[in-house]
């Protein structure tokens, strides 16, 4: 699975950013996608996951401010990121869980100033 991510940028601190994740599969194929992260010096780590069923889930610090969901005609997956805080600056990646193998998209850059 190919997965091409967009929607990084720089935002101050409140506001509103929205990730576009398009996968080179129909999303009804794949078990779960999800968005990562990873800040400088720190770990990848979830943030949100939504299955092929339409169940999310989310990270606690994220929860009440971020909201993961899909367009099945455009195939594509968003994270829509509101209330954005400085600790939210990271890499944002996009992943795949699909019969039984991890796939990974190229980053997205997302800088929230204070």
């Known amino acids: 699975v190919q997965l091409q991510a967009s929607g990084g940028g720089f935002v101050q601190a409140g506001g509103s950013l929205r990730l576009s994740c398009v996968p080179s599969r129909t999303i009804f194929s794949i078990n779960t996608v999800g968005w990562y992260r990873q800040a400088p010096g720190k770990q990848r780590e979830l943030v949100a996951g939504i299955t092929s069923g339409g169940t999310t889930d989310y990270a606690d610090p994220v929860k009440g401010r971020f909201t993961i969901s899909r367009d099945n005609a455009k195939n594509t997956v968003y994270l829509q990121m509101n209330s954005l805080k400085p600790e939210d600056t990271a890499v944002y990646y996009c992943?795949?869980?699909?019969?039984?193998?991890?796939?990974w998209g190229q980053g997205t850059l997302v800088t929230v100033s204070s």
């Open positions: 992943n795949a869980q699909y019969r039984g193998g991890s796939f």
